[in-house]
Protein backbone atom coordinates (compact mmCIF):
# COMPACT_ATOMS: atom_id res chain seq x y z
CA UNK A 1 0.00 0.00 0.00
CA UNK A 2 1.55 3.01 -0.76
CA UNK A 3 2.26 5.94 1.75
CA UNK A 4 -0.08 8.86 3.13
CA UNK A 5 2.46 11.36 4.17
CA UNK A 6 1.20 13.62 7.20
CA UNK A 7 2.98 16.64 7.88
CA UNK A 8 3.67 16.81 11.76
CA UNK A 9 2.69 19.90 13.67
CA UNK A 10 4.30 20.62 16.47
CA UNK A 11 6.25 23.29 18.71
CA UNK A 12 9.72 22.59 18.85
CA UNK A 13 9.58 18.76 18.34
CA UNK A 14 6.13 18.54 20.98
CA UNK A 15 3.61 17.07 18.55
CA UNK A 16 0.11 18.67 18.41
CA UNK A 17 -3.38 16.51 18.50
CA UNK A 18 -4.01 17.40 15.31
CA UNK A 19 -1.28 15.33 13.35
CA UNK A 20 -2.81 12.24 15.28
CA UNK A 21 -5.98 12.80 13.88
CA UNK A 22 -4.12 13.23 10.81
CA UNK A 23 -2.43 10.04 11.02
CA UNK A 24 -6.04 8.26 11.75
CA UNK A 25 -7.42 9.81 8.94
CA UNK A 26 -4.60 8.59 6.64
CA UNK A 27 -5.26 5.12 7.76
CA UNK A 28 -8.17 5.10 5.87
CA UNK A 29 -6.04 6.26 2.77
CA UNK A 30 -2.65 3.76 2.24
CA UNK A 31 0.07 3.43 4.90
CA UNK A 32 0.40 6.23 7.55
CA UNK A 33 3.69 8.07 7.21
CA UNK A 34 4.72 11.06 8.99
CA UNK A 35 6.63 13.79 8.02
CA UNK A 36 8.91 15.79 10.36
CA UNK A 37 10.72 18.95 9.60
CA UNK A 38 12.38 19.88 12.72
CA UNK A 39 15.47 19.69 14.76
CA UNK A 40 17.14 16.44 13.54
CA UNK A 41 17.54 15.36 16.84
CA UNK A 42 14.08 15.72 17.90
CA UNK A 43 13.04 13.09 15.49
CA UNK A 44 13.44 9.64 17.84
CA UNK A 45 10.90 11.69 19.95
CA UNK A 46 8.57 12.60 17.44
CA UNK A 47 8.76 9.07 16.02
CA UNK A 48 8.04 8.00 19.54
CA UNK A 49 4.55 10.08 19.59
CA UNK A 50 3.56 9.25 16.19
CA UNK A 51 4.10 5.21 16.21
CA UNK A 52 1.28 5.24 18.88
CA UNK A 53 -1.33 6.89 15.76
CA UNK A 54 0.01 4.12 13.56
CA UNK A 55 2.85 6.20 11.69
CA UNK A 56 4.91 3.02 10.03
CA UNK A 57 7.35 5.67 9.04
CA UNK A 58 8.94 8.65 9.65
CA UNK A 59 10.70 11.09 7.45
CA UNK A 60 13.04 13.38 9.38
CA UNK A 61 13.88 16.33 7.25
CA UNK A 62 16.53 18.37 9.47
CA UNK A 63 15.29 22.10 9.26
CA UNK A 64 18.65 23.37 10.33
CA UNK A 65 19.46 25.04 6.63
CA UNK A 66 15.85 26.32 6.89
CA UNK A 67 15.01 27.04 10.30
CA UNK A 68 14.14 30.91 10.68
CA UNK A 69 12.53 30.91 7.29
CA UNK A 70 8.56 31.33 6.36
CA UNK A 71 6.80 28.27 4.83
CA UNK A 72 8.77 27.86 0.67
CA UNK A 73 11.20 26.07 2.07
CA UNK A 74 8.68 23.61 3.72
CA UNK A 75 6.60 23.30 0.65
CA UNK A 76 10.25 22.81 -1.27
CA UNK A 77 11.24 19.98 0.71
CA UNK A 78 7.49 18.06 0.95
CA UNK A 79 7.41 18.58 -2.89
CA UNK A 80 11.29 16.51 -2.86
CA UNK A 81 9.98 13.88 -0.83
CA UNK A 82 6.60 13.43 -2.11
CA UNK A 83 8.81 13.07 -6.21
CA UNK A 84 10.56 10.21 -4.11
CA UNK A 85 7.47 8.34 -2.12
CA UNK A 86 5.14 8.89 -5.04
CA UNK A 87 2.22 8.85 -1.59
CA UNK A 88 -1.01 7.72 -2.28
CA UNK A 89 -2.42 11.47 -0.63
CA UNK A 90 -1.06 14.59 1.64
CA UNK A 91 -2.33 15.45 4.54
CA UNK A 92 -2.00 18.68 5.86
CA UNK A 93 -3.00 20.46 9.36
CA UNK A 94 -5.34 23.25 8.20
CA UNK A 95 -3.56 26.31 9.96
CA UNK A 96 -2.91 29.14 7.79
CA UNK A 97 0.48 27.94 7.20
CA UNK A 98 -0.57 24.52 6.87
CA UNK A 99 -2.77 25.91 3.74
CA UNK A 100 0.15 28.14 2.57
CA UNK A 101 2.80 24.83 1.92
CA UNK A 102 -0.32 23.10 0.75
CA UNK A 103 -1.40 26.03 -1.75
CA UNK A 104 2.51 26.04 -2.84
CA UNK A 105 3.35 22.25 -2.43
CA UNK A 106 -0.06 21.65 -5.42
CA UNK A 107 1.47 24.28 -7.60
CA UNK A 108 5.13 21.96 -7.56
CA UNK A 109 3.14 19.24 -7.78
CA UNK A 110 0.73 20.09 -9.84
CA UNK A 111 -1.60 18.66 -8.15
CA UNK A 112 -5.23 19.52 -6.60
CA UNK A 113 -5.87 20.43 -3.28
CA UNK A 114 -8.60 20.72 -1.43
CA UNK A 115 -9.05 22.50 2.11
CA UNK A 116 -10.44 22.62 5.23
CA UNK A 117 -12.08 19.49 5.35
CA UNK A 118 -13.59 18.23 8.05
CA UNK A 119 -13.31 14.47 7.30
CA UNK A 120 -11.95 12.30 4.58
CA UNK A 121 -13.53 9.10 3.58
CA UNK A 122 -11.90 5.51 3.03
CA UNK A 123 -12.09 6.27 -0.77
CA UNK A 124 -9.87 9.88 -0.85
CA UNK A 125 -12.96 12.49 -0.53
CA UNK A 126 -12.77 15.44 1.01
CA UNK A 127 -15.78 16.63 3.34
CA UNK A 128 -16.11 19.96 3.76
CA UNK A 129 -18.85 22.15 5.70
CA UNK A 130 -20.38 25.01 3.91
CA UNK A 131 -23.12 27.68 4.05
CA UNK A 132 -22.94 27.58 8.58
CA UNK A 133 -22.68 24.04 9.03
CA UNK A 134 -25.84 23.78 6.77
CA UNK A 135 -23.78 21.55 3.98
CA UNK A 136 -21.44 19.45 3.99
CA UNK A 137 -19.49 18.98 0.24
CA UNK A 138 -17.68 16.16 -0.41
CA UNK A 139 -15.26 16.37 -3.36
CA UNK A 140 -12.20 14.45 -4.54
CA UNK A 141 -9.12 15.77 -6.22
CA UNK A 142 -8.50 14.33 -10.08
CA UNK A 143 -5.19 15.62 -10.73
CA UNK A 144 -1.77 14.51 -9.46
CA UNK A 145 -1.31 13.74 -6.05
CA UNK A 146 -4.37 14.64 -3.89
CA UNK A 147 -3.48 17.35 -1.16
CA UNK A 148 -6.18 17.88 1.65
CA UNK A 149 -5.93 20.21 4.34
CA UNK A 150 -7.90 18.94 7.73
CA UNK A 151 -9.21 21.40 10.64
CA UNK A 152 -8.12 20.66 13.67
CA UNK A 153 -10.86 19.05 15.93
CA UNK A 154 -12.40 17.05 12.89
CA UNK A 155 -12.14 13.74 13.78
CA UNK A 156 -11.22 11.26 17.20
CA UNK A 157 -7.59 10.36 17.32
CA UNK A 158 -7.62 6.71 17.35
CA UNK A 159 -4.42 5.16 18.51
CA UNK A 160 -2.63 2.52 16.45
CA UNK A 161 0.81 0.86 16.87
CA UNK A 162 2.90 2.03 14.00
CA UNK A 163 6.63 0.97 13.64
CA UNK A 164 7.50 4.82 13.80
CA UNK A 165 10.62 3.37 11.74
CA UNK A 166 12.51 6.83 11.14
CA UNK A 167 14.01 7.50 7.88
CA UNK A 168 16.07 10.63 7.59
CA UNK A 169 15.72 12.96 3.97
CA UNK A 170 18.17 15.58 2.78
CA UNK A 171 15.98 17.94 1.01
CA UNK A 172 17.81 20.22 -0.89
CA UNK A 173 16.63 24.29 -0.88
CA UNK A 174 17.24 26.60 -3.47
CA UNK A 175 17.85 30.00 -2.54
CA UNK A 176 14.78 31.26 -3.92
CA UNK A 177 12.63 29.31 -1.55
CA UNK A 178 14.79 31.33 1.21
CA UNK A 179 13.56 34.44 0.51
CA UNK A 180 10.93 35.38 3.41
CA UNK A 181 12.97 35.13 6.91
CA UNK A 182 11.34 35.39 10.49
CA UNK A 183 12.62 38.53 12.22
CA UNK A 184 10.96 37.94 15.45
CA UNK A 185 9.08 35.67 17.32
CA UNK A 186 6.59 36.48 20.36
CA UNK A 187 5.48 33.51 22.56
CA UNK A 188 1.48 33.72 23.17
CA UNK A 189 0.86 34.75 26.67
CA UNK A 190 0.75 31.86 29.14
CA UNK A 191 -2.94 31.42 30.42
CA UNK A 192 -2.51 28.29 31.35
CA UNK A 193 -5.75 27.81 28.91
CA UNK A 194 -5.24 25.22 25.40
CA UNK A 195 -4.83 27.47 22.45
CA UNK A 196 -8.02 29.08 20.66
CA UNK A 197 -7.40 26.18 17.20
CA UNK A 198 -6.35 23.61 19.30
CA UNK A 199 -8.84 23.19 22.22
CA UNK A 200 -11.52 20.73 22.38
CA UNK A 201 -13.76 23.00 23.87
CA UNK A 202 -14.17 26.78 23.95
CA UNK A 203 -16.48 29.21 25.47
CA UNK A 204 -16.82 32.56 23.47
CA UNK A 205 -17.70 36.44 24.81
CA UNK A 206 -19.37 39.07 22.69
CA UNK A 207 -20.69 42.36 23.35
CA UNK A 208 -23.79 41.02 25.62
CA UNK A 209 -20.77 40.10 28.03
CA UNK A 210 -20.63 44.11 28.43
CA UNK A 211 -16.61 43.59 28.87
CA UNK A 212 -17.07 41.47 31.45
CA UNK A 213 -15.65 38.23 30.85
CA UNK A 214 -15.50 36.48 34.32
CA UNK A 215 -18.23 34.46 33.94
CA UNK A 216 -17.36 32.96 30.55
CA UNK A 217 -13.49 32.43 32.00
CA UNK A 218 -14.93 31.26 35.22
CA UNK A 219 -16.98 28.64 32.86
CA UNK A 220 -13.90 27.86 30.43
CA UNK A 221 -11.73 27.35 33.28
CA UNK A 222 -14.07 24.28 35.05
CA UNK A 223 -14.35 22.74 31.42
CA UNK A 224 -10.70 22.85 30.83
CA UNK A 225 -11.57 24.93 27.66
CA UNK A 226 -9.84 27.70 25.24
CA UNK A 227 -11.68 31.35 25.97
CA UNK A 228 -12.75 33.19 22.17
CA UNK A 229 -14.40 36.45 21.38
CA UNK A 230 -16.34 38.07 18.93
CA UNK A 231 -15.14 40.78 17.15
CA UNK A 232 -17.39 43.29 18.83
CA UNK A 233 -15.73 42.39 22.16
CA UNK A 234 -12.29 42.80 20.37
CA UNK A 235 -13.19 46.15 18.79
CA UNK A 236 -14.10 47.10 22.22
CA UNK A 237 -10.86 46.37 23.63
CA UNK A 238 -11.73 43.72 25.83
CA UNK A 239 -9.87 40.93 24.54
CA UNK A 240 -6.77 41.15 22.13
CA UNK A 241 -7.31 40.00 18.59
CA UNK A 242 -5.62 36.67 19.18
CA UNK A 243 -9.21 35.64 20.86
CA UNK A 244 -11.30 36.61 18.43
CA UNK A 245 -13.22 33.54 16.27
CA UNK A 246 -14.52 34.90 13.17
CA UNK A 247 -13.61 35.63 9.26
CA UNK A 248 -11.47 37.90 10.15
CA UNK A 249 -9.94 36.09 13.07
CA UNK A 250 -9.48 32.38 14.17
CA UNK A 251 -11.22 29.53 12.24
CA UNK A 252 -12.07 26.28 14.80
CA UNK A 253 -13.90 23.72 15.04
CA UNK A 254 -13.82 22.02 18.84
CA UNK A 255 -16.05 19.36 20.20
CA UNK A 256 -17.76 21.89 21.97
CA UNK A 257 -18.52 25.22 21.06
CA UNK A 258 -20.51 27.24 24.14
CA UNK A 259 -21.40 31.41 22.58
CA UNK A 260 -22.27 33.95 25.05
CA UNK A 261 -23.90 37.27 24.58
CA UNK A 262 -22.88 37.07 20.30
CA UNK A 263 -25.45 37.56 18.09
CA UNK A 264 -24.66 34.94 15.32
CA UNK A 265 -23.59 37.11 12.59
CA UNK A 266 -22.19 35.68 9.60
CA UNK A 267 -18.62 36.74 9.66
CA UNK A 268 -18.77 35.03 13.62
CA UNK A 269 -20.19 31.76 12.19
CA UNK A 270 -17.71 31.55 9.94
CA UNK A 271 -14.95 30.65 12.26
CA UNK A 272 -16.84 28.44 14.30
CA UNK A 273 -19.56 26.57 12.21
CA UNK A 274 -17.69 23.15 12.04
CA UNK A 275 -17.97 23.00 15.56
CA UNK A 276 -19.74 19.66 16.45
CA UNK A 277 -21.53 21.07 19.28
CA UNK A 278 -22.83 24.46 19.80
CA UNK A 279 -24.27 25.89 22.80
CA UNK A 280 -26.00 29.59 22.91
CA UNK A 281 -26.95 31.69 25.52
CA UNK A 282 -28.50 34.93 24.32
CA UNK A 283 -31.28 36.87 26.48
CA UNK A 284 -32.52 38.05 22.72
CA UNK A 285 -34.50 34.25 21.64
CA UNK A 286 -34.49 35.79 18.48
CA UNK A 287 -30.93 35.99 17.95
CA UNK A 288 -29.86 34.39 14.67
CA UNK A 289 -27.36 32.26 16.50
CA UNK A 290 -29.80 30.00 17.83
CA UNK A 291 -30.34 28.88 14.08
CA UNK A 292 -27.06 26.82 14.92
CA UNK A 293 -27.34 25.58 18.44
CA UNK A 294 -27.59 22.17 18.84
CA UNK A 295 -29.03 23.69 22.73
CA UNK A 296 -29.54 27.31 23.11
CA UNK A 297 -30.96 29.10 26.57
CA UNK A 298 -32.81 32.34 26.45
CA UNK A 299 -31.17 34.23 29.44
CA UNK A 300 -28.66 36.39 30.87
CA UNK A 301 -25.00 35.23 30.58
CA UNK A 302 -24.05 36.74 33.91
CA UNK A 303 -27.16 34.64 35.49
CA UNK A 304 -26.88 31.55 33.45
CA UNK A 305 -23.49 30.93 33.17
CA UNK A 306 -21.91 31.22 36.96
CA UNK A 307 -25.52 28.31 37.69
CA UNK A 308 -23.90 26.42 35.11
CA UNK A 309 -20.14 26.78 36.37
CA UNK A 310 -22.04 25.57 39.98
CA UNK A 311 -23.63 22.88 39.00
CA UNK A 312 -20.84 21.49 37.12
CA UNK A 313 -18.60 22.35 39.93
CA UNK A 314 -20.98 20.06 42.10
CA UNK A 315 -21.00 17.23 39.97
P1 LIG B 1 -23.78 41.93 18.69
O1 LIG B 1 -24.11 41.61 17.28
O2 LIG B 1 -23.97 43.31 19.18
O3 LIG B 1 -24.55 40.89 19.59
C1 LIG B 1 -24.56 40.93 20.98
C2 LIG B 1 -25.54 39.87 21.44
O4 LIG B 1 -25.48 39.77 22.84
C3 LIG B 1 -27.00 40.17 21.07
O5 LIG B 1 -27.54 39.05 20.38
C4 LIG B 1 -27.69 40.39 22.41
O6 LIG B 1 -29.01 39.88 22.42
C5 LIG B 1 -26.82 39.58 23.33
N1 LIG B 1 -26.79 40.04 24.72
C6 LIG B 1 -26.69 41.30 25.18
N2 LIG B 1 -26.60 41.31 26.51
C7 LIG B 1 -26.67 40.01 26.92
C8 LIG B 1 -26.62 39.37 28.18
N3 LIG B 1 -26.46 40.05 29.32
N4 LIG B 1 -26.73 38.01 28.22
C9 LIG B 1 -26.89 37.29 27.08
N5 LIG B 1 -26.93 37.85 25.85
C10 LIG B 1 -26.80 39.20 25.77
N6 LIG B 1 -17.30 39.29 13.81
C11 LIG B 1 -16.70 38.27 14.46
O7 LIG B 1 -17.17 37.85 15.52
N7 LIG B 1 -15.57 37.71 13.96
C12 LIG B 1 -14.99 38.12 12.80
O8 LIG B 1 -13.95 37.59 12.42
C13 LIG B 1 -15.61 39.17 12.08
N8 LIG B 1 -15.11 39.59 10.92
C14 LIG B 1 -15.78 40.58 10.22
C15 LIG B 1 -15.31 40.97 8.96
C16 LIG B 1 -15.96 41.93 8.24
C17 LIG B 1 -15.45 42.30 6.89
C18 LIG B 1 -17.11 42.54 8.78
C19 LIG B 1 -17.87 43.59 8.00
C20 LIG B 1 -17.57 42.18 10.02
C21 LIG B 1 -16.91 41.21 10.76
N9 LIG B 1 -17.36 40.81 12.02
C22 LIG B 1 -16.76 39.77 12.65
C23 LIG B 1 -18.40 41.58 12.74
C24 LIG B 1 -19.77 40.95 12.70
O9 LIG B 1 -20.46 41.41 11.54
C25 LIG B 1 -20.57 41.36 13.95
O10 LIG B 1 -20.62 42.76 14.03
C26 LIG B 1 -19.98 40.83 15.25
O11 LIG B 1 -19.76 39.44 15.15
C27 LIG B 1 -20.97 41.10 16.37
O12 LIG B 1 -20.43 40.69 17.59
P2 LIG B 1 -21.38 40.26 18.78
O13 LIG B 1 -22.24 39.14 18.34
O14 LIG B 1 -20.54 40.09 19.99
O15 LIG B 1 -22.22 41.60 19.02
Do not use: C
Amino acid sequence: MSEVLVLVDHVDGAVKRSTFELLTLAARLGTPAAVFIGAADAGARVAEAVRAYGAQRVHVVDDAPIKGYLVAPTAEALAQLARQVEPAAILIPSGAEGKEVAGRLSVKLDSGLITDAIDVTEDGAAVQSAFAGNYTLTGRVTKGTPIITVKPNSVAPVEAAGAGTVVPFAAHISDAARTAQIVATQPRQATGRPELTEAAIIVSGGRGTGGDFTAVEALADELGAAVGASRAAVDSGWKPHTFQVGQTGKVVSPQLYVANGISGAIQHRAGMQTSKTIVAVNKDEEAPIFELTDFGVVGDLHTVLPAVTEEIRRR
